[in-house]
């Protein structure tokens, strides 16, 4: 008999896609799946780009098999709040939806309306509900999300941390037993982050409900969560608690699986590499600090960081070569609304620029500028020196690729291989050297067995390292890419950083929009923050995150490693690896 605190059971579930007519049936996406989640437990669903966990989450929901089709076998219980814990198959398809529900990574995706206050009583009106008690519904999702004032605002007002706010609302209408959270955050700056792990603690806290979250984010949400499920070769392993995760598993996690970790469990599993026990692995930068005084007991631990002023002037250190792209006094405005105003900036060959802010910044409309997407308002765009409005436009996207934050808005071709192979086409390679090179990228990107899929049904991740593979090829002056890592786990995140190093290093001009501030810290040459359409800031990342005027101004966070090292250290680090030997030595100094 299943136990009344379970609010969600899987017995030896299998899953198998629905093939392409013709074509036999595959082996299964989910294979011999048994685990069960607490009712009110917070848990956290990891694995690698493409292991499956937004399969597992489909298919939890519901959305696999009944809509989207394929074959499932074993059992799948839901606690029902008038029936108990009761097998899936025996509640009608509406029921079903409305004890499991789940947000998107995207909430585009599942936005249907024009009003929030329409959004969020959309589906309680397809259920029939009575209208005095969806108008009841929709004011206590809004003030649940902290959104109690923008009942009456347009959808296409609001920023992404807003609509996934508004989003999560919608669902927490249907009052659900379980939610599914897709990489929720993937979208948002570090602020909207923030917004949207505080509304899960008070549903959480407020509500009892159960949720389940895919999400690479591990400095925010790692210590949070109750228990990990772990979904790898079509298994799901788990649950374990967070340390018993880590503990167990330690590097292995990062080094072979690729999948991120904290970055303060980084450190003390590098420094137990060294043979410097910190003891229990910890899972924030707290736990990091207080464990290496107690190592350390005369170690300095510092309450103060270093800042400097907003106001005071930043030097740039150029790398001396001319600007390949350049904007002199440049605004741009959608009708009436200004979005960037007065700009002038540079970028130049060898250097990976880094452009940050919030939501709603203007970063994506920025970068259409480069290729001549957008002209501007008043100012010039001036490409090797020649202004975009002189160019022609075939020949301007051949200078400077711009990579979109949608995958799908740029693939031409039916096959993941004939994606990369017509660049290389073009460039006028004989057919032997393009089949050479697609598959050395193709393999560079971890697609290989995919050569022969349409690139419509890949992972978003998948199809996110295809975008970037494809675009690169052509040999572009300058790269734009708008978050070039977004749903990436640690080994394509590093490998697709790493391909655009060494393109800058070959001398183009990369240019990078992202909200991870752990990317800027490691690899940016240079970043240049927007906030309210002007540029606040413009120089080294080590100075962006030292001055907290502009972090506050832009809503951004330094990485986790920057603000618990300027505890441990007078000069914070960009990464974990300064980190490590900055104790290695206070260590050894000690012994």
Not at 559 to 570: D, T
Request: hydrophobic letters at 40%; charged letters at 25%.
């Amino acid at each position: 008999m299943k136990q009344s605190t379970s609010a969600l059971v899987l017995e030896d579930y299998n899953f198998w896609f629905k093939p392409p007519a013709g074509q036999p049936e595959g082996p299964p996406a989910l294979l011999n799946v048994s685990f069960e989640i607490e009712a009110g437990a917070f848990v956290l669903i990891l694995g690698r780009s493409g292991s499956g966990k937004s399969t597992l989450a489909l298919n939890l929901v519901g959305i696999y098999p009944d809509y989207f089709g394929g074959r499932n076998q074993g059992k799948v219980f839901v606690n029902d709040k008038h029936k108990g814990l009761i097998n899936r198959r025996e509640l009608a398809a509406a029921d079903r939806f409305r004890q499991v529900n789940m947000l998107f990574q995207n909430p585009e995706d599942q936005i249907v309306t024009l009003t929030v206050e329409e959004e969020v009583g959309f589906a309680l009106e397809n259920y029939l509900i009575e209208p005095e008690e969806i108008h009841r519904r929709i004011d206590w999702a809004l003030e649940l999300v902290g959104l109690a004032a923008f009942r009456r605002r347009q959808m296409l007002q609001l920023s992404g941390g807003e609509k996934q706010r508004v989003a999560l609302a919608a669902m927490l209408a249907l009052e659900p037993s379980v939610l599914l959270l897709d990489e929720p955050t993937s979208n948002l700056d570090p602020a909207g982050t923030a917004d949207v792990l505080a509304v899960i603690d008070r549903i959480r806290r407020d509500l009892g409900l159960t949720v389940l979250m895919v999400e690479h984010e591990m400095d925010e949400v790692f210590d949070r969560v109750d228990s990990i499920l772990l979904v790898e070769d079509q298994k799901v392993l788990g649950p374990f608690q967070p340390r018993e995760f880590i503990e167990e598993y330690g590097l292995y996690v990062r080094d072979s699986m690729g999948l991120w970790i904290p970055q303060a469990s980084e450190v003390a599993l590098e420094l137990q590499e060294k043979n410097i026990n910190l003891g229990p692995i910890p899972l924030n930068g707290d736990e990091l600090v207080d464990a290496v005084q107690d190592l350390v007991p005369d170690i300095p631990i510092l309450t103060q960081i270093r800042q400097q002023s907003v106001s005071e002037p930043l030097e740039i250190e150029s790398n001396q070569l001319a600007p390949v792209i350049e904007l002199q006094d440049v605004s741009f405005s959608y009708d009436v609304t200004e979005v960037l105003n007065n700009i002038s900036f540079s970028a130049r060959p060898n250097e990976l620029l880094a452009i940050v802010g919030q939501n709603g910044s203007g970063k994506s409309t920025l970068a259409s500028l480069f290729n001549g997407i957008q002209q501007p308002s008043s100012g010039v765009v001036l490409v090797d020196g020649i202004p975009t409005t002189e160019y022609d436009f075939a020949r301007l996207t051949k200078r400077v690729s711009h990579i979109f934050q949608v995958p799908e808005k740029q693939f031409v071709c039916n096959t993941v291989y004939d994606e990369i192979a017509h660049g290389l086409r073009a460039l006028g390679l004989t057919e032997h050297e393009v089949d050479k090179q697609t598959i050395e990228y193709l393999e560079m990107v971890r697609l290989l067995d995919r050569r022969d899929a349409s690139p419509y049904v890949l992972s978003h991740g998948q199809k996110r390292r295809l975008s970037v593979a494809a675009m690169v090829v052509g040999q572009p002056e300058v790269v734009v890419l708008d978050e070039p890592t977004f749903g990436q786990d640690f080994h394509q995140a590093r490998n697709l950083m790493q391909l655009l190093r060494q393109l800058a290093d070959g001398g183009t001009a990369v240019i990078f929009i992202t909200h991870d501030m752990r990317l800027v810290a490691e690899y940016a040459d240079r970043s240049a923050v927007l906030c309210n359409g002007k540029i606040i800031f413009d120089g080294k990342p080590s100075g962006l995150f030292s001055d907290q005027k502009v972090m506050e101004l832009a809503r951004l966070k330094p990485p986790a490693v920057y603000e618990f090292s300027a505890h441990i250290s007078e000069d914070p680090v960009l990464g974990t690896a300064p980190l490590v030997q900055i104790i290695t030595e206070k260590f050894n100094g000690k012994s």
